[in-house]
């Protein structure tokens, strides 16, 4: 099993995989939506066809892939209770700051306070389980 600290480094890097893309898929699926085909295979073929010659949209999507990838192997050693927290809370951080640097919203106030408030979170659920681990360890040492 993977340690503490090592788990999530791994998930915050799953969850900045995630995040970056998000705003970058929405980016580069625009237009999808203007696709108007008869029948619902023939719309689904349209689409399909629409996103996967997009060069843009098919790397986001690689690369928000590649994080679900790394996230599926992750689990396999890592604490759930700190994955799915650690995942889930980063990915909104890094879905706003990506956004921020793409131009699409600016962060206010109200935002950034939780953005500090979810890491302290993340970073209190990581510290009392390695805080954890180091006691039970040290208890069977004995």
């Known amino acids: 099993m993977m340690s503490g600290l090592a788990s999530a480094a791994w998930l915050t890097t799953v969850a900045f995989l995630w995040g970056a893309t998000n705003p970058l898929l929405k980016r580069n699926s625009k237009g999808v939506e203007k696709i108007q085909k008869n029948g619902k295979i023939s719309q689904f ?27 599926y192997i992750t689990l396999a050693s890592a604490d759930l209770t700190l994955a799915v927290p650690i995942t889930n809370s980063l990915t909104f951080i890094f879905t706003a700051l990506s956004s921020q640097v793409l131009g699409e919203k600016n962060l206010n106030w109200e935002t950034l306070c939780g953005m500090v408030l979810v890491v302290a979170g993340v970073l209190l659920c990581v510290l009392s389980k390695t805080e954890l681990e180091e006691q039970t360890s040290h208890t069977a040492e004995l």
């Open 45 to 71: 073929i349209a689409e399909f066809k629409f996103l996967f010659l997009n060069w843009k949209y098919l790397l986001s999507f690689l690369l928000n892939q590649s994080g679900s990838v790394v996230y």
